[in-house]
């Protein structure tokens, strides 16, 4: 989906443009309404539902819910049956993508993590004028956890398939007894995911946040992998161990020292492992305005990454958008020989580096 961003030649256009973006804003403040009061879980589940309904199954207040059911209507997210009482329901496909957490259509995560940041806007216009930053920690459950949710799905129904494809990687993570770190490892789908692809393989998470390793450790059990997947807390700065692989999924921008980062992966793996680092598909810095993918990557580094990144000083303050030859620069500097972009189409926003010791 490529929605195109304004370019206007009158204060009209402008008008209107800004109008239709605030739209958008006011979609996104109610879908995470309905997410999280329980709302679109319980039209999913029982709908068609009257407001009072609605209200009973969830604990929410009927006057409340009437207005968001009007709402969601009026704006193309429910479908009313005109009865009295009226009674709403979601359209076909909007269970999926609001509700499923498994499907990669899932997408009220985003909306979590965009009302979540936005929250945090004192600390956020503090850090822009001092320099100084909002942490993960301080953003808190709304970023952890949609961001564990945003990539839960495609880890588990993408990854393997991802890696089975890139013969040198793949013979690497199937060897007897592989060891695997999963550096910055938030909730850990993505360490699941790798013990679920490699049997023989034993995989250690490492995150700084002490409360997404918690998470981790409760998602491992779940799914009885425990016995193989270990998650600790720790910096990444301070990776050590020998390691078959080491990944670092959506997180390496995040990080106030990049370099140092790779340098200690660097050391901690074997002369015949492999590093990979998965980060934003982004370019490497073509004409403006950009694509969508763009526009979310710096939606997400105003809010979120830049801040968080900036949080613990120094800092290079890479922000979201780490070009391919932002990242490339980091490693060299780290020591590594080369940077490869793998043979990885078509997951999510996402590009896959091999970085060759
Ligand atoms: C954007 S999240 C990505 C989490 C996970 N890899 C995923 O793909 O969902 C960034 C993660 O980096 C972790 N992190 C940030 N700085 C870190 C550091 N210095 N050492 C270890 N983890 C760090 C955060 O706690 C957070 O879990």
Redesign the pocket.
């Known amino acids: 989906m490529t929605i195109s961003p304004p370019v206007h030649a009158n204060a009209d256009d402008w008008t209107e443009h800004v109008f239709g973006a605030a739209l958008g804003a006011i979609d996104i403040l109610a879908i995470h309404l309905g997410d999280r009061l329980g709302w679109y879980r319980a039209l999913a589940s029982a709908g068609p539902l009257t407001a009072d309904e609605l209200a009973d199954r969830t604990g929410t207040h009927p006057r409340y819910a009437r207005e968001w059911l009007e709402q969601q209507s009026t704006s193309g997210y429910l479908e009313a049956d005109g009865g009295l009482p009226t009674r709403f329901s979601l359209p076909p496909g909007a269970a999926e993508a609001l509700t499923d957490e498994r499907s990669l259509a899932y997408i009220s995560p985003l909306a979590r993590m965009l009302v979540g940041a936005a929250t945090h806007m004192p600390a956020l216009l503090d850090a822009y004028r001092t320099g100084h930053g909002v942490s993960?920690d301080q953003m808190g459950d709304d970023a952890?956890w949609s961001?564990?949710a945003m990539?839960r799905p495609w880890f588990e129904q993408m990854l393997a398939g991802a890696l089975e494809g890139v013969p040198d990687v793949h013979g690497v993570l199937g060897r007897a007894d592989a060891v695997i770190a999963d550096?910055?490892?938030?909730?850990g789908?993505?360490s699941i995911a790798l013990a679920d692809a490699y049997p023989a393989a034993r995989i250690v998470g490492?995150?700084?946040?002490e409360p997404?390793i918690e998470r981790a450790r409760e998602n491992a059990a779940a799914a009885g992998l425990a016995d193989r997947v270990t998650f600790r807390p720790?910096?990444?700065?301070a990776v050590d161990g020998t390691y078959d692989a080491i990944f670092i999924?959506?997180?390496l921008h995040?990080?106030p020292r990049p370099v140092e980062v790779l340098e200690a992966m660097r050391r901690a793996v074997k002369p015949d492992g492999v590093v990979v680092v998965m980060d934003e598909a982004v370019g490497d810095g073509g004409p403006t305005p950009g694509d969508d993918v763009e526009r979310l990557m710096y939606g997400f580094s105003l809010f979120v990454c830049l801040p968080d990144g900036m949080s613990s000083q120094p800092s290079v303050g890479t922000g979201t958008v780490m070009r391919p030859s932002t990242l490339k620069g980091y490693a060299l500097e780290a020591g590594f020989a080369d940077v490869t972009t793998l043979p990885i189409e078509d997951f999510g926003f996402f590009r896959f580096y091999q970085l060759h010791v």
């Not at 490492?206 to 946040?209: E, G, P, W």
């Open positions: 993960w952890r961001q564990a990539n550096v910055a490892c938030g909730a789908w993505s490492i995150d700084i946040d997404s720790g910096d990444a700065l999924f959506e997180a995040d990080m």
